[in-house]
């Protein structure tokens, strides 16, 4: 079975742009959430969605935004791109968004802000 | 709110010794508990987790960790240590409410042969 995957691996952009991110979830997980990992550093909670709606949202500006879509893949997006936004983004699923179920995480999305 | 705190950055360690890998947290409320390991440019995978039931719980590939509630902790043992557990690993507890996980700063173990 596929597990999460996340597009694109790597990306460059420029101070200011805008950037999406997507993820597809594991088959039958209906819960997706965020983390951005700094390099040296633990992930940070960013977003979490189950069935298409926000459950819990970390201490990120309102420049970070989520969606979920019918089909449970989910996109980050994050506008006015700044330099410490430069970070590993991480994606990971479970089956429902209870306490305790297993997250599985994706392979991440490497952004790199100059 | 709870934190995670992952007291040791580094760990080398000589191959078939034994480690430990200390994560203690605070919430004031009843936890779920977590460690994660990540490979070089990979993401991360579940190495155990501590639900309910026994204190100790343990992986398929010989490590262990200990929930001490009284402590606030959850150490990462494993009593000999293979090359091939060169890696980060992180501690991370959940949320109360939802499903939201709160990672540790990590700690890099290095197998030395």
């Known amino acids: 079975d596929a597990g999460v995957t996340q597009s694109p691996t790597h990306l460059i952009k420029t101070r200011g742009q805008h950037v999406t991110l997507r993820c597809s979830p594991i088959?039958?997980?209906?819960?997706v959430s965020w983390y951005q990992q700094v390099l040296g550093q633990g992930p940070q909670f960013i977003f979490q969605?189950?069935?298409?709606?926000?459950?819990g949202r970390g201490n990120f500006p309102d420049r970070f935004s989520a969606r979920q879509f019918p089909n449970y893949s989910s996109e980050l997006n994050v506008n006015a791109l700044l330099l410490g936004d430069s970070a590993l983004y991480l994606c990971?699923?479970?089956?429902?968004?209870?306490?305790?179920?297993?997250?599985?995480f994706g392979p991440g999305t490497r952004l790199t802000v100059t | 709110a709870q934190s995670v705190t992952q007291l040791d950055s580094q760990v080398p360690v000589f191959e078939e010794a034994p480690v430990e890998l200390r994560c203690n947290y605070s919430?004031?409320?009843?936890?779920?508990l977590f460690w994660y390991v990540q490979y070089p440019n990979q993401g991360l995978q579940l190495l155990l987790k501590?639900?309910?039931?026994?204190?100790l719980v343990e992986s398929i590939n010989g490590f262990e960790a200990e929930f001490n509630k009284s402590q606030t902790s959850f150490h990462l043992r494993k009593p000999s240590v293979h090359i091939s557990d060169t890696a980060e690993y992180f501690c991370?507890?959940?949320?109360?409410?939802?499903?939201?996980?709160?990672f540790g700063t990590g700690t890099s173990l290095t197998v030395i042969p």
């Open positions: 991370a507890v959940s949320q109360s409410t939802g499903n939201q996980f709160y």
């Open positions: 501590y639900l309910s039931g026994s204190t």
């Open positions: 919430s004031s409320v009843s936890v779920y």
């Open positions: 990971a699923s479970s089956l429902v968004s209870d306490r305790g179920y297993e997250q599985y």
């Open positions: 969605y189950y069935e298409k709606e926000e459950r």
């Open positions: 088959s039958g997980h209906k819960s």
